[in-house]
C-alpha cells in the first residue's frame, strides 16, 4: 500500500490555496472598481472654467456641463438698452424672475453676477430643445434674442421669456462665480463649494 506523502500534499494545497486566491483576487477587483463612478460621470457633475476675456461684445459661446449645454454671452451696450426699455419688459412672461431659477446673487435685472457676461442653460424650458442665439434681431424682433426653432419661444439676452410662446418660464441660470477677473467657474458658487 502507498503511503501518502505529506510535504507533497501541503505542497500541492498552498499552490493550489494561492492560484484560487490570486484568480479571485483577478476577477474581484474589476467588479470593485465598476462601483466607482467613471471618469466621465465625475467630468459632467465638475465645475467647468471659461475665461472670459477671450468673448469678444455680442459674442456668445457654448460649453458643456452636466451633459447640457451652458451659454457664456457677452452683452453689448446695445443689448443693455434693448433690456431696460419699458415697453421690452411688457412684452416678458416673467419680467422680474417670480419663478425661482437662478441663485439670489442672480436674481437681478440683469440675471447675472457681472452685467456684461450672460450664463445660462441653453436648453428651452418647454420641451428641452436648444435655442439660436439670434444676435442680430431677426424674427419680427428689433434686438438680439434666443429662438427655439422646435416651438417658437423666444428668449431676451437676460433669459426671460417672452409672452405667447410655449416656454413656460425663464431660462435656468446655473450656479457660477468668477475666479478673478478673467476665469468663470460654472457648477460651483460660494455656496455649492
Not at 471618469?39 to 472654467?49: Q, T, W
Amino acid at each position: 500500500m502507498n503511503e501518502p506523502n505529506e510535504p507533497r500534499r501541503r505542497f500541492l494545497i498552498g499552490v493550489t490555496s494561492f492560484v484560487a486566491g490570486a484568480g479571485l483576487v483577478g476577477v474581484a477587483t474589476p467588479f470593485l472598481q465598476s462601483w466607482n463612478p467613471s471618469a466621465k460621470a465625475r467630468a459632467e457633475g465638475a465645475p467647468v472654467r471659461v475665461d472670459v476675456s477671450k468673448i469678444e461684445p455680442g459674442e456668445m459661446i457654448t460649453v458643456e456641463w452636466q451633459g447640457k449645454p451652458v451659454w457664456v454671452l457677452r452683452r453689448t451696450r446695445e443689448n443693455f438698452l434693448n433690456l431696460d426699455k419699458t415697453d421690452h419688459r411688457e412684452e416678458l412672461r416673467d419680467p422680474d424672475s417670480a419663478v425661482n431659477q437662478q441663485p439670489d446673487y442672480a436674481r437681478n435685472a440683469y440675471r447675472s453676477i457681472r452685467d456684461d457676461i450672460f450664463v445660462a442653460v441653453g436648453v428651452c424650458t418647454h420641451l428641452g430643445c436648444v435655442p439660436n442665439y439670434e444676435p442680430d434681431g431677426m424674427l419680427g424682433v428689433e434686438h438680439a434674442l434666443y429662438f427655439c426653432p422646435c416651438h417658437g419661444s423666444k428668449f431676451d439676452l437676460a433669459g426671460r421669456v417672452f409672452k405667447g410662446v410655449p416656454a413656460p418660464t425663464n431660462l435656468i441660470i446655473p450656479p457660477h462665480q468668477y475666479l478673478d477677473n478673467n476665469i468663470l467657474e460654472i457648477g460651483a458658487d460660494a455656496t455649492t463649494s
